[in-house]
């Protein structure tokens, strides 16, 4: 895993977007596609093309970040083409290359990795459109503006969670294994060495003791399935996961259920989906990151607007890219641990619903956990 480091020079403010609904643009009716144009919208600014990564490394992408950019862009009267290229770096490519050739006058990308990240921003830029990079660094690739959470924070916060629920088990130098997010992924980086941060100072002073540590592929679920399995065989005595996110959580969940071990392990995670927020009421997890995706969207979209009208809007922070060692105008949120007692702040920022996440037996644990 690439060891560079987001240098951050200024703390983001949210910035705040008025929001409504949207619908599709006509000859796209795909659930992987939604946008939305109109002679009149378009004759006040350009054209928007988003690319979503993926929609299997988290729920978040379709269930989050695509309905607040849509509602974003919508109230802001601006066209926009929300794709996700589904894992596919060939497909990623194609679909930039449409939506410039459609009209977008500002591309915002979730990049796959870095190398095929930047091919899109070089291309984008030869022909005069400049590229927000959304949630993820595209590393050398000189993006116009970068938008994301403090991702170093976020490791930060998941390691003093493990800390706290191994603490709370009252461990003796409990076994702590690694299951990291993928290689390819800068963030994934920024989480490891947030937790590590953490953890490492335990493991020196013998307090703890370093147990298996895997990257995950492509923040693949079933392959960390796999990998945790291989992980507790050659370690029956794991004594605590630090998961890197909810999906690679769930799947180490689902392993220590088959050897009666979960609620007695603790596991991370992180972006408080359903599933994760579930684990957590079940006491199968024990705590995971919750970042506003909201807030993210709307600083991303109303640069992004701004961009489309021809204005150069200033950022209020910036990051060194650790390969180029430029500084990148950034907007960075903060994010929030979240555990059983504060669940429900979750529900009532509206992330997640009641009613999605207080079905069958979790409607008692919900009451249990101040959940109105």
């Known amino acids: 895993m690439r060891k560079g480091i987001l240098s951050l020079t200024a703390t983001a403010a949210a910035l705040a977007l008025g929001l409504t609904a949207c619908g599709g643009e006509s000859g796209q009716t795909s659930a992987s596609t939604s946008s939305s144009a109109s002679a009149s919208e378009a004759a006040k600014a350009g054209k928007v093309g988003v690319i979503l990564p993926d929609s299997k490394s988290s729920a978040r992408w379709e269930t989050a970040d695509r309905k607040y950019l849509e509602e974003a862009f919508k109230a802001a009267g601006v066209a926009y083409d929300i794709q996700n290229a589904q894992n596919d770096k060939t497909a990623f490519q194609t679909i930039a290359d449409q939506m410039v050739t459609n009209g977008a006058t500002v591309l915002m990308i979730v990049n796959l ?44 916060l998941q390691g003093e969670g493990l800390s706290k629920c191994l603490t709370d088990k009252k461990a003796d130098k409990p076994i702590v294994a690694y299951l990291n997010g993928s290689p390819t992924d800068n963030n994934a980086t ?62 180490a969940i689902t392993v220590l259920k088959k050897n009666n071990l979960n ?38 979209a109303k640069l992004a607007v701004a961009l489309a009208k021809g204005e150069k809007p200033a950022a209020s922070g910036s990051v060194k890219d650790p390969e ?35 079905t069958g037996d979790f409607a008692e644990k919900c009451t249990e956990a101040g959940i109105q």
Do not use: H
């Open 324 to 358: 180029s060692g430029q500084d990148v105008p950034a907007e960075l949120m903060e994010p929030q641990a979240i555990y059983f007692d504060n669940v429900k702040d979750v529900v009532a920022d509206g992330y997640v619903t009641k009613e999605e996440l207080c």
């Open 190 to 251: 920024l989480f490891k060495q947030g937790y590590d941060g953490v953890l490492k100072p335990k493991f020196d002073s013998g307090e703890y003791v370093k147990g298996p540590d895997q990257d995950v592929p492509e923040w693949d679920n079933t392959q960390a399935g796999t990998i945790f399995e291989q992980m507790l065989t050659q370690e029956p005595k794991i004594a605590g996961v630090l998961a890197a996110n909810d999906g690679l959580g769930n799947a």
């Open 113 to 156: 990795d870095s190398g095929s990240g930047k091919a899109v921003i070089d291309k984008a830029k030869s022909q005069g459109v400049p590229v927000i990079d959304y949630d993820r660094l595209t590393l050398g690739g000189g993006a116009a503006y970068y938008v994301s959470f403090d991702n170093t924070k976020v490791g930060t």
């Open 263 to 300: 609620g007695k392990v603790p596991v991370t995670g992180q972006d408080a989906t359903v599933q994760g927020l579930q684990n957590i009421l079940a006491g199968d997890q024990c705590m995971t990151v919750y970042k506003a995706v909201k807030k993210e969207a709307d600083a991303a």
